[in-house]
């Protein structure tokens, strides 16, 4: 990753190798924070 952090990529077999997931370090929390999670309301509450 570009800012030298670790990154594990998940790829699904069953969709042609695409990338579906990734988990990142802790020390990349400030770096993502901002970002919106998915599957989530402008709430920040978990859609159904």
Do not use: I, N, Q, Y
């Not at 901002?34 to 859609?47: C, H, I, M, S």
Request: overall charge positive.
């Amino acid at each position: 990753m570009g800012a030298g952090l670790r990154v594990s990529g998940f790829h699904e077999p069953d969709l042609g190798g695409a990338l579906t997931a990734a988990a990142f370090e802790p020390a990349a929390f400030r770096l993502l924070s901002r970002l919106p999670r998915a599957l989530t309301t402008t709430e920040g509450k978990v859609l159904p």
